[in-house]
Antibody
Framework: QVQLVQAGGEVKKPGASVNVSCQAS????????LHWVRQAPGQGLEWVGWINPNTGDTNYSQKFQDRVTLTRDTSINTAYMELSRLTYDDTAIYYC????????????WGQGTLVTVSS | EIVLTQSPGTLSLSPGERATLSCRASQSVSSSFLAWYQQKPGQAPRLLIYGASSRATGIPDRFSGSGSGTDFTLTITRLEPEDFAVYYCQQYGKSSWTFGQGTKVEIK
């Protein structure tokens, strides 16, 4: 069964960093780009960036370019997103998702990790 | 960055009615890279349509997509109770992905 399993929620203070994980199973981890997409409460979807699990290459949305780092550990089929210098506006559900390289569509989604920024 | 604008923001319809959702791009989008998603409360989005008009696996044929260039449409021919949700369009271009702001289809 194809799954992307994300860790539980996080509560962080403004200015801190958060690290969110996404473990893949049931498919070839290095065969698909792994993206992060966030959704603030009651808002729409916002693309954060992707990592190529095979090469480690990354590409980030300009909005997050200087604050986000995507990494992966192919030995445990897990991808990570670190977001630094958190503000209240970073409170959101962070989803990991995979795309294919033919239609660039988001085929599989994790269940999401709620990151709450609160003092 | 290509901006996707969806309209209307909210669509109030009754079960059995037809829903027509619009997605307009700020510049031309390759039809191959235009997709639609459905999201229900508390759930991750689900892929409905890719390549502007191809249904994803398991998606009922009451869902259809059309369009090209800067104007795309998602049509739900006869709304079922489970279709009331938020719908997003998404495009890929120049190594960047963007989503529309969503259209909520609610029960009238």
């Amino acid at each position: 069964q194809v799954q992307l399993v994300q860790a539980g929620g996080e509560v962080k203070k403004p200015g801190a960093s958060v690290n969110v994980s996404c473990q893949a199973s049931g498919y070839r981890f290095i065969g698909y780009y792994l993206h992060w997409v966030r959704q603030a409460p009651g808002q729409g979807l916002e693309w954060v960036g992707w990592i190529n699990p095979n090469t480690g290459d990354t590409n980030y949305s300009q909005k997050f370019q200087d604050r986000v780092t995507l990494t992966r550990d192919t030995s445990i089929n897990t991808a990570y997103m670190e977001l630094s210098r958190l503000t209240y506006d970073d409170t959101a559900i962070y989803y990991c998702a995979t795309t294919d390289i033919v239609y660039y569509r988001f085929v599989r989604w994790g269940q999401g990790t709620l990151v709450t920024v609160s003092s | 960055e290509i901006v996707l604008t969806q309209s209307p923001g909210t669509l109030s319809l009754s079960p059995g009615e037809r829903a027509t959702l619009s997605c307009r791009a700020s510049q031309s989008v390759s039809s191959s890279f235009l997709a639609w998603y459905q999201q229900k409360p508390g759930q991750a989005p689900r892929l409905l349509i890719y390549g502007a008009s191809s249904r994803a696996t398991g998606i009922p044929d009451r869902f259809s997509g059309s369009g090209s260039g800067t104007d795309f449409t998602l049509t739900i021919t006869r709304l079922e109770p489970e279709d009331f949700a938020v719908y997003y369009c998404q495009q890929y271009g120049k190594s960047s992905w963007t989503f529309g702001q969503g259209t909520k289809v609610e029960i009238k």
